[in-house]
Structure formats: C-alpha cells, structure tokens
C-alpha cells in the first residue's frame, strides 16, 4: 500500500455538557484526525490527547508536531501496513497518541482495501458490545443521582464515577443507596490520591465496586502493589499502562487485577491487542476505555471491545454521551450495547459537511 498523502485536520468538538475529572473540566474536546490517502482508499485515524498534559505528558499541539517533524516522515517508503508502521516509529520514544493515531489511519486504510473490518482483523467474538458510562464530578449528591438516573434510563449496564479527595465515598453511598445493590458501580480516581489515602480508600470496599481505576500516580506502579493489599476492591490500571510490557509487570508485581485498555494510550490497536492476550494469558480482565472520541475512534473501540477477553462493560458510550452531533452516524444504545461496525476499515464515514463546519484548521502533506 503506497501512501500518497495525509491530512491532519483539527476539529473542535462542543460537549453537550462539561466534563470534570480530578485533573480538569473540559467544554469542549479539541480532537486531531489523520486522514491518510493511498490510491486504493483513504484511512482515518484519532489522535485522543487533549489540549493540555493534564491526563498524560501529551497534548495536541505536541502530537501534530511530532507527527509532522518525525512520525510522517519515518513511514516506510512502498509498502506500507500496520505492522510495518508501528515498527518504524519504535526508535522515537513515546508519543503513543500521535503514533495510534497515523498507525490507526493506515490500518484503516489497509483493511478498506482489503475489505475486511477492524472486528474481523482484531478477532472479534461478538456482533455488539454492552455499554458503560463514566459520570463526571458534579457540584451537588442531588445532581449526580439525576444524572445517573438518566444514564440508567438510556440503558447504560455499568456506571462509572469520576472521583477524587472530598468527592469519593458520600457519592459512592448515594448512588449505591439510591440505585440498589445490583447496579455495576467502578470508580475513576485519575491518579488523584497518595498510598498515604490507603485509609480513606478502604472505605469504598463497603460498597461492593467492581474496581477502582488508577488512584495512585501513574508512574506509582509500586505503591499501586502496596495499595492493592490494603483494599478489597479490585484495583485497575490505565495511565500507567503504556505498553505490554507495562502490563505484564503490573501483573506480576500485583498492581493491577483488572487493565483499562485504551488505544489511544499505547500506540494502537496492535498493542492493545498484544496487552489484551497478555491479560487473557494472566486471567485478568480487560475493558475498553474511552477517550471522549468521535464516531472515527469510538467505532474501532467498539471493535476491539468485542474481543473475547473484554469480559467487563468498558467506557464506549453512545455518540450522544458526548456529542450533540458527531462527525459519523451517531452511535446509539440498543439494550444497553453498541453494535460493532460490519463494513470495511472503521465502518463508519465522516459526514462531509458535518466535519468542515467543526474543522478549524487542516494541513496536507504530500509524500
Ligand atoms: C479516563 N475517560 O478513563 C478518561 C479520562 C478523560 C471517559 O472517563 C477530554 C478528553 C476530557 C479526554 C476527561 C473517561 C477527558 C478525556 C477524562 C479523558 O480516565
Ligand atoms: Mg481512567
């Protein structure tokens, strides 16, 4: 597959409401897409870094540039395909939202030609995947359990909570009191607590949570070990999870007994992969995270959620969690789950006029 050219087109995406997590409050989620075009078809990809390192160390201006000065031109001259990608970006160091973004957009774009879907590529073993939300920090309990209750109304299976020091077991209670014991109920800490919280955190086992995603710093691995033992509930990584590798050691350092896998976050859906037959091999559980993505990223979520090892709901939400009008056909909850896109590539096309009226900058790159 021979690579002509490619696009890097930013787009402004309003959310239908604000979004706080312990790190910040988005309004508005600033998205790069790739598009690479090649003589047979055109691949996109999303790139899922936010506009400032607050989540991680990357950010969108940062993954245009390295895109632009280093990823772009290390792209294997003639033939180009997934594999041959990822290995010619190995030699730059991270950068894993950049690098998943152009390597999804080529393996778009060879599964198109190729006729084949991102599914049937990854090995998925069913047609739809079910649903779960993850649910902001919001100023009042009375709010929360409105908005809970609405997500419960849409069908969602599995909810998450954002928290964070002075919003995490009065929140937790609430909900749980409210909406029964029968409800799946995790909690998203975004690496916003220390070991030195251990106590506070324990609290939370009262409430029978499915797991408590990345309390500790990311790069806490260690500490992640020691909290695991002093909590009953389940402990879960995902910023610091940037690789397989990454994986394998929390596993065998006892970190993490369930893994957020997000492609975004570890280069692509070729190490999500890898990541996700590590987990099966160790008995962990897998779910798909989510990155407030468009219907570009969310559709080959949605794909790699159907692998056979995502045995818990992941964060794959419908276009309307988000989005007042996304750049695709809008992904819609049927009983709680979102139907894996069949077609070629991604399944999903952006709808051209839709995409120019949120585009706010685009640059073409001729190879
Ligand atoms: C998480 N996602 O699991 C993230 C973090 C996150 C769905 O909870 C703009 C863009 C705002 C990406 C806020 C969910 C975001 C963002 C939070 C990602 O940790
Ligand atoms: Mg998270």
Redesign the pocket.
């Known amino acids: 597959m021979k690579i002509t050219g490619i696009e890097l087109r930013r787009i402004a995406m309003p959310l239908r409401a604000p979004?706080r997590?312990s790190?910040?409050v988005?309004t508005t989620?600033d998205v790069l897409l790739v598009r690479v075009v090649t003589p047979e078809a055109e691949g996109w990809g999303e790139c899922?870094a936010?506009s400032e390192p607050r989540?991680c160390s990357e950010y969108v201006d940062g993954a245009a540039d390295v895109l632009r000065r280093f990823l772009i031109p290390a792209l294997p001259a003639g033939r180009a395909d997934a594999h041959a990608v990822k290995r010619a970006f190995a030699p730059f160091k991270g950068h894993k939202m950049a690098k998943a973004a152009l390597e999804t957009a080529v393996l778009d774009a060879q599964l198109r030609t190729a006729g084949e879907s991102f599914g049937g590529y990854l090995g998925a073993a069913r047609d739809r995947v079910p649903c779960g939300v993850?649910v902001g920090i919001m100023d009042s309990i009375p709010e929360l359990l409105d908005t809970v209750g609405g997500f419960l109304d849409e069908g969602y299976v599995r909810i998450?909570l954002?928290i964070e020091p002075g919003w995490d077991v009065a929140p937790v209670r609430a909900v749980r009191e409210r909406f029964g014991d029968d409800l799946l109920l995790q909690v998203?800490a975004?690496a916003a607590y220390t070991l030195a919280d251990a106590r506070q955190l324990a609290k939370l086992d009262a409430f029978d949570l499915l797991l408590i995603?990345?309390p500790l710093a990311d790069d806490d691995m260690v500490q992640h070990a020691a909290l695991a033992k002093l909590l009953k509930t389940p402990v879960c990584l995902?910023?610091s999870i940037e690789s397989a590798e990454d994986a394998a050691a929390a596993i065998t350092l006892g970190a993490a007994s369930i893994i957020?896998i997000?492609p975004g976050r570890v280069g692509g859906y070729l190490e999500a992969k890898a990541i996700h037959d590590v987990c099966v091999a160790h008995g962990v559980p897998v779910w798909c995270?989510?990155?407030?993505e468009t219907g570009l990223g969310r559709a080959a979520n949605v794909a790699l959620a159907a692998l056979p090892g995502f045995t818990l709901p992941g964060?794959t939400s419908g276009s309307r969690r988000y989005f007042a009008t996304d750049v695709t056909a809008p992904f819609e909850l049927a009983d709680g789950h979102l139907a894996v896109p069949a077609g070629p590539g991604l399944g999903v096309e952006p709808v051209a006029d839709i995409l120019d009226d949120v585009t706010t900058s685009t640059e073409w790159i001729e190879l």
């Open positions: 979004f997590t790190f910040g988005e989620r899922v936010m989540y993850s998450k954002k998203d975004n995603e990345q995902d910023e957020n997000k995270g989510g990155m407030l964060d």
